[in-house]
């Protein structure tokens, strides 16, 4: 593998994410040949943010390769309650530690936390920005369920937002000649600019929707999401987004037989109970796919190489992010790094926010 960290999914080129996805495919079939593939090897998950599938995925995937596991689940329970920097954190856990994964509320914090780790970094999740395991889970689901991931009509609906899982998967989807996605969102909670940016740059496609029913007879794969009420400034405006999108069985009688239906869960009330027992339904087989997809990611990760002397830091621009939720904001130390975005924008090489140059 080319890249030493995965921020997101698209680190990787495409005969990468291939060989891990046949990689996954092969210890889903034989795990017993990779129970000791990494003996004597340790991940870290350092999770400032509540998980139950990407923590523990990430801790039994390690566990099924041989290998052991440390780090917090409430970084209240940590020296981070003390007032420790990102910076120091992960410098210390990367002197213990093989691989580090990490997840936070604030944007672009993996990214930050890369910068300083001796270990490689996996970005799982930062705030409402990127979550490329969960990506990688729904590749290798699509991949298995469908047999292939070009040339197919990707409805993603809810919260696009703040559903760091759907940026991430346009992402990687937009790589793949031919998709389209159907947008399926209230005008609040569209998908960011600058993902829109990507599609456009891409062979692929999409329209925005304002209904559910509307797009599902020509949709391939239905990505449902839930509203992220952490992301809200109030519960007021959550409600008002709430409910707006529900999955039931009526409005599945319009869909194609063949389609596939994601969730990368945690489910609030966007699908009913009952369509779980539809064959459509892969929410719940989605979840054991990313364990072998994260066992397979881990695997390479760690056959790359080992620990890094020394931090390599950027020079800081005379620009400062305006994303309130960057991790720049409350990690003072950390340069301003951007790339130039056309005309007056800057991009935050962190949480790819927007600045203008004033
Ligand atoms: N899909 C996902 O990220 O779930 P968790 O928040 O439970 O990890």
């Known amino acids: 593998m080319k890249t030493r960290n995965v921020i997101d999914l698209t680190d990787l080129t495409y005969s990468e994410l291939k060989d891990i996805i046949l990689l996954a495919n092969r210890i889903k079939a034989d795990p017993g040949k990779y129970a000791d ?73 993996a990214a930050a936390a890369a910068m300083y780790s001796p270990v490689p970094v996996v970005n799982a999740g930062d705030g409402g920005h990127l979550h490329p395991t969960q990506t990688l889970t729904d590749v290798v689901t699509l991949y298995n369920e469908i047999g292939r991931l070009d040339h197919m009509c990707i409805g993603l609906c809810g919260d696009l937002k703040n559903g760091r899982t759907v940026h991430s998967l346009i992402k990687t989807m937009s790589t793949f000649e031919g998709n389209k996605f159907v947008l399926i969102s ?91 027992y539809d064959e459509r339904a892969k929410y719940f087989e989605q979840t054991v796919y990313g364990m072998y997809g994260r066992m397979a990611l881990i695997l390479t990760m760690l056959q790359k190489e080992g620990k890094k002397p020394s931090p390599r830091v950027l020079p800081t621009h005379p620009f400062h992010c305006n994303n309130p939720r960057c991790i720049t904001q409350t990690e003072k130390y950390l340069p301003s790094v951007f790339t130039e975005a056309g005309g007056d924008m800057l991009l935050c090489r962190y949480c790819d926010g927007r600045t203008l140059i004033y």
């Open 186 to 276: 209230t005008p609040e909670l569209s998908v960011p600019q600058y993902i829109k940016d990507i599609i456009n740059a891409s062979r692929c496609d999409y329209v925005e929707v304002s209904g559910l029913a509307e797009a599902m007879p020509e949709l391939d794969v239905l990505y449902m999401t839930r509203i992220q009420r952490e992301r809200f400034n109030s519960e007021e405006e959550y409600r008002k987004q709430n409910g707006v999108f529900v999955l039931d069985k009526e409005k599945l009688k319009a869909a194609k037989k063949t389609m596939k239906i994601l969730h990368p869960l945690p489910r609030v009330d966007e699908i009913d109970v009952e369509v779980d």
């Open 37 to 109: 593939a990494c003996r004597g090897k340790i991940l870290a998950t350092l999770f400032y943010e509540p998980s139950t599938r990407t923590q523990m995925s990430f801790q039994t995937a390690m566990l099924r390769l041989g290998g052991t596991i440390i780090g917090f689940d409430n970084p209240q329970n940590s020296s981070v309650a003390k007032g420790e920097s990102l910076k120091d954190t992960v410098t210390v856990i990367g002197g213990y530690a093989d691989i580090i994964a990490i997840r936070h509320p604030s944007e672009g914090t």
